[in-house]
């Protein structure tokens, strides 16, 4: 628990790949909470 996953692939709606502490497998999309990453916008000012 409050462990962070880097999502690497959906399988289906009910199972993904990801990578967690350098470990990477599947687990059900339903024992985790998605939380939102903060990429960066790439506007330009013009």
Do not use: M
């Not at 470990?23 to 999309?29: A, C, D, E, N």
Request: neutral net charge; aromatic residues 8%; proline residues 7%.
């Amino acid at each position: 628990e409050g462990a962070k996953i880097n999502v690497l692939s959906k399988i289906s709606d009910e199972w993904l790949y990801g990578e967690c502490q350098g470990k990477k497998g599947q687990f059900p999309s339903n024992y985790v909470d998605r939380v939102p990453t903060n990429l960066p916008s790439h506007s330009s000012n013009s």
